[in-house]
T-cell receptor, first 111, second 113 residues
Framework: DTGVSQDPRHKITKRGQNVTFRCDPI?????LYWYRQTLGQGPEFLTY????????KSRLLSDRFSAERPKGSFSTLEIQRTEQGDSAMYLC?????????FGPGTRLLVL | QKEVEQNSGPLSVPEGAIASLNCTYS??????FFWYRQYSGKSPELIMF????GDKEDGRFTAQLNKASQYVSLLIRDSQPSDSATYLC?????????????FGKGTKLSVKP
């Protein structure tokens, strides 16, 4: 257990529904990252927060995706109008400097 | 496009042997290098990081970095069946304020008893 928690751990939804995932980082970590991982691939970067500021977004983050970190603590990742291609493991990581520690992930299945 | 390449394996070694995992990266500006272990269905777990050329040892694990050749490797000595997992190489290319990791696809290691 790295101290990064994610909720829910699993989510099954129907195509077109909205889903929201939560990440609670290690308490003293000011950096928070979201990644997506599909089967047989390494994690791919989605977005990055330093404190409450969203400083970078990947081109993978379409306009259906939005992320927030309102008070610089926990973060949420919302996917609107889910598509079957969104099925993946969504990973959150936090860091104080460069070394990132991952949470357990949220596995999303879109039917 | 900045890339990190790994042999997908599977790499099979007998118990007690040395497992050697390799990784190459495309961006010469890369500054920081990480190895993560990922068991099936689980999230990546940090094993080691290395910033400078040469070797870095931690228990049974040794990371090796050669920036001139743009490769980083991980040696696992006295391999155990519990080491069977996918090993992900990750690189930070910016070295700046973002620090997002670029991952390879991972090498699947199987340690046979």
């Amino acid at each position: 257990d790295t101290g990064v928690s994610q909720d829910p751990r699993h989510k099954i939804t129907k195509r077109g529904q909205n889903v929201t995932f939560r990440c609670d980082p290690i308490s003293e970590h000011n950096r928070l990252y979201w990644y997506r991982q599909t089967l047989g691939q390494g994690p791919e970067f989605l977005t990055y927060f330093q404190n409450e500021a969203q400083l970078e977004k990947s081109r993978l983050l379409s306009d259906r995706f939005s992320a927030e970190r309102p008070k610089g603590s926990f973060s949420t990742l919302e996917i609107q109008r889910t598509e079957q291609g969104d099925s993946a493991m969504y990973l959150c990581a936090s860091s104080l400097w460069e070394t990132q520690y991952f949470g357990p992930g949220t596995r999303l299945l879109v039917l | 496009q900045k890339e990190v390449e790994q042999n997908s394996g599977p790499l099979s070694v007998p118990e007690g042997a040395i497992a050697s995992l390799n990784c190459t990266y495309s961006d010469r500006g890369s500054q920081s290098f990480f190895w993560y272990r990922q068991y099936s269905g689980k999230s990546p777990e940090l094993i080691m990081f290395i910033y400078s050329n040469g070797d870095k040892e931690d228990g049974r694990f040794t990371a090796q970095l050669n920036k001139a050749s743009q490769y980083v490797s991980l040696l696992i000595r006295d391999s155990q069946p519990s080491d069977s997992a996918t090993y992900l190489c990750a690189v930070i290319t910016d070295g700046g304020s973002q620090g997002n990791l670029i991952f390879g696809k991972g090498t699947k290691l199987s340690v046979k008893p």
